[in-house]
């Protein structure tokens, strides 16, 4: 249920990263990099919702940055701190790899 | 009075003659019963009404006249009855050098501005009575009303476009990202927001005694290279607004030639015939401006240029630390790096480091090689997240605790868990992913743990690239984190590949594919040295466009 829409569009086109909030969560499309990761920062903090998991939907993410990582691993940890959980849902292949690689994939939880 | 002063030292000696035509012809029937009205009662064969336009060049709105048949005399007349009306709220009395007798009165808004100027000519036989001058100044104030009245709708327009305009300013120099930078973006909008034909930025440059000019695009490219600087003394309006702290006028090429003599033939050549410079707030710099035509500086066009000055002179602060970031960041980085690196018994070391592109900020690769022992050398490759100065300070504080760490701590693995405690303290040291291997040159043994870094590569001296497991987490997520160490060994001709995600990391392509290129390069090479090896590996690859990279090959 998609209960609100934002495009982020930035000076170049197509824009580079668009960021949905959807039932419980996030769905993003595009790439998450120093030039997005504002945007995104904004709708992670605070985190969305009242409680309970918070999913982000990465299905349709390309590319991620160590600035991306570290943003999503911030909202990893201030969920802890509030007793919820950020669950990445449906990474690309490619996305799950630069977890792997990066040493995440055991940290972060993944659905 | 002073303001009237310094106007005064302005006017030329003889009559400027202005011609420009306004895009907007000014309300002539509105003046027309005034003017006539004028010339009946004075009895007089000539009356006129001047307008100050935005830029504060006067447009002649009527003229009434009977006798006056050149129009360049009566432009310059009623030019120079602008100009001495500037000077004074009384009733003027103005000889004329054709033989005639002005009587003129300035026309000033409520705000104090002037506006423009009501005058009466007769034959300089004339003698103008107390009578005359009341009534000029009477019907002065029917002018004055009406042009209120036009301006009311007129300049609500014109201030529309205007804060526009500023709005754009504003938004140009915020994006701006170096002194040229400013220039570039803003020089045009600048110009155009104060009627300039063009605009320039001269930066002090105190060890050199030289101002360093950035001109905006629109001076022709032999002017541009005739003046990348200028004596830091009063010779130039710029140099004069810097040193004095105040803005400078000259609105005629009669006043640049007396008063900036040297500088006269450039600005002929520029096509310039009236120039301000005004010194930024910090007084450090200075804005300059040209004209392709005389201007009168009225108060409402010294205010407009101040306030672009200002905006300009934040806008260049703003980008002046940028520079000094960008550059002091680059300085700090390659010092933080390592000048020479521990020698390692039997080992040829090949390093690299590239920048990013260039304009982006540096950003936080490292490497280093520490002895630990006779027969124990410790090598470091790492990436810090982020870029700027920041960065480049916490690369370099987590480099020196490796080199501490290494030099106290045995175990590999101790290393590691003590920059994780230390990247857990340090803002920014978060998320770094590093390589630590530990190296034996007797035997060739190697160790190595991984910390979310890029997998090191192993060439082997028949050729074979393996490449070696990748994950681990990164540095800082947290303490008691299980680290599994590599265990390989390095023979005689092999070689070991460590290095930062700028050399392999592609935008919209998976991290496997960069790393089988890179696998493949190294493949592919030829070279036996490690240093030329690793130049070739790095020129098959291609020049990447963003991030930095850095490399470290141990060839034994």
Same mark, same amino acid.
């Given at each position: ?8 569009? *930035? ?5 580079? =990263? ?7 969560? =996030?769905?993003? *499309? ?13 709708? =992670? ?43 990445? *849902? ?13 040493? =995440? ?7 | ?556």
């Amino acid at each position: 249920m998609v209960d609100d829409s934002v495009v982020i569009v *930035t000076d170049q086109a197509p824009p580079l =990263l668009k960021i949905e909030v959807i039932d419980g969560g =996030l769905r993003l *499309t595009g790439e998450i990099d120093a030039s997005t990761i504002d945007s995104l920062s904004r709708y =992670l903090n605070p985190l969305p919702g009242a409680a309970g998991d918070i999913a982000i939907d990465l299905n349709n993410v390309g590319f991620i940055d160590s600035s991306g990582l570290r943003s999503l691993i911030d909202a990893h940890q201030r969920a802890a701190g509030l007793g919820r959980r950020v669950i990445m *849902t449906e990474p690309s292949s490619v996305v799950r790899r630069l977890f792997e690689i990066s040493g =995440l994939s055991d940290y972060l939880y993944f659905a | 009075m002073a303001a009237n002063k310094r106007l005064q030292t302005q006017i030329p000696v003889g009559y400027a003659v202005i011609v420009r035509l306004s895009t907007e012809q000014p309300a002539r029937e509105a003046f027309e019963p005034l003017g006539r009205l004028a010339r009946r009662l004075l009895a007089v064969p000539t009356s006129l009404v001047t307008v100050n336009d935005v830029a504060g060049v006067p447009i002649t709105c009527f003229l009434d006249d009977d006798v006056l048949g050149d129009p360049d005399q009566w432009e310059s007349l009623s030019v120079s009855l602008a100009k001495l009306a500037l000077t004074s709220n009384d009733v003027l009395v103005i000889p004329d050098a054709y033989g005639w007798t002005c009587l003129a009165k300035s026309l000033i808004d409520v705000v104090g501005d002037v506006v423009g100027v009501f005058g009466v000519i007769d034959r300089d036989t004339r003698v103008w009575t107390d009578a005359d001058r009341t009534t000029l100044s009477d019907l002065s104030k029917f002018a004055i009303a009406e042009i209120e009245r036009r301006d009311a709708v007129r300049l609500r327009a014109a201030d529309d476009h205007s804060t526009e305009q500023l709005f754009q300013l504003a938004k140009a120099l915020t994006a701006a990202a170096g002194i040229d930078d400013v220039m570039q973006r803003t020089g045009r909008i600048a110009g155009d927001l104060v009627g300039a034909s063009y605009a320039n930025v001269a930066i002090v440059d105190l060890e050199a005694g030289e101002l360093r000019l950035h001109h905006d695009s629109s001076l022709p490219n032999d002017l541009n290279k005739r003046w990348p600087r200028l004596r830091l003394d009063t010779s130039s309006p710029l140099g004069r607004a810097v040193l004095t702290g105040i803005p400078i006028h000259a609105g005629s090429s009669a006043e640049i030639a007396r008063e900036f003599p040297s500088g006269a033939q450039d600005a002929a050549d520029a096509g310039l015939q009236a120039v301000a410079a005004y010194p930024t707030r910090r007084g450090h710099a200075a804005l300059g401006f040209g004209w392709s035509h005389p201007v009168i500086f009225s108060d409402p066009l010294r205010r407009r240029l101040a306030t672009v000055a200002e905006l300009v002179g934040l806008g260049l602060e703003r980008a002046e630390s940028t520079d000094r970031d960008h550059q002091v960041a680059d300085r700090l980085q390659r010092s933080l790096l390592p000048r020479e690196l521990a020698m390692i018994p039997g080992v040829q070391t090949a390093t690299l480091y590239e920048a990013g592109a260039a304009n982006l900020q540096v950003g936080g690769d490292w490497y280093d090689i520490v002895a630990a022992g006779p027969d124990r050398f410790v090598v470091g490759i790492g990436d810090v997240v982020g870029r700027g100065l920041q960065a480049a300070v916490t690369m370099g504080e987590l480099r020196h605790a490796f080199i501490a760490l290494v030099s106290r701590i045995g175990s590999l693995g101790e290393i590691v868990e003590n920059l994780d405690h230390f990247a857990q303290d340090v803002e920014g040291a978060r998320l770094s992913t590093m390589v630590a291997a530990s190296y034996e040159p007797s035997s060739g043994k190697l160790e190595l743990i991984s910390a979310g870094h890029m997998p090191p590569m192993v060439r082997r001296a028949n050729g074979s690239v393996i490449q070696l497991p990748d994950g681990g987490r990164p540095l800082g997520l947290g303490t008691h984190i299980e680290r599994s160490t590599m265990q390989t060994s390095l023979g005689v001709g092999d070689s070991l590949w460590l290095y930062t995600d700028g050399l392999v990391e592609r935008r919209g392509e998976s991290i496997d594919v960069g790393l089988e290129r890179l696998r493949k390069a190294i493949d592919r090479s030829t070279e036996t040295d490690g240093t030329a090896a690793l130049r070739e590996v790095y020129e098959s690859l291609g020049r990447p466009v963003l991030d930095d990279v850095a490399v470290i090959v141990l060839t034994r």
